[in-house]
Nanobody, 115 residues
Framework: QVQLQESGGGLVQAGGSLRLSCVAS????????MGWYRQAPGKRRELVAI???????NYADSVKGRFTISGDNAKNTVYLQMSSLQPEDTAVYFC?????????WGQGTQVTVSS
């Protein structure tokens, strides 16, 4: 069973940057379209960035131009580079498949942006 482990979150001031990592227990990134999701308190989980097995990317309008998703198949790791962070980016961030059935969700990593 695939396990996902997110890390890299923290507390940052508005305008700051963070890089999140998602490590999978198996070699899934070469065959799956993966995504980063986030869930803010009281809100539904939303998909903010995706990367296909071929390396194509797409972003939600709310993060376009500020977030960059990338992957390292050899390390079974997907990254999310976040810059120009704003308080509205505060959420728990998760990675998972962006198409097809989800893998079991990891615990996520908390990102808090102070104004």
């Amino acid at each position: 069973q695939v396990q996902l482990q997110e890390s890299g979150g923290g507390l940052v001031q508005a305008g700051g940057s963070l890089r999140l990592s998602c490590v999978a227990s198996g070699s899934i990134f070469s065959i799956a379209t993966m995504g980063w999701y986030r869930q803010a308190p009281g809100k539904r989980r939303e998909l903010v960035a995706i990367i296909t097995s071929g390396g194509s990317t797409n972003y939600a309008d709310s993060v376009k131009g500020r977030f960059t998703i990338s992957g390292d198949n050899a390390k079974n790791t997907v990254y999310l580079q976040m810059s120009s962070l704003q308080p509205e980016d505060t959420a728990v961030y998760f990675c998972n498949r962006a198409s097809g059935s989800w893998y079991p969700w990891g615990q996520g990593t908390q990102v808090t942006v102070s104004s």
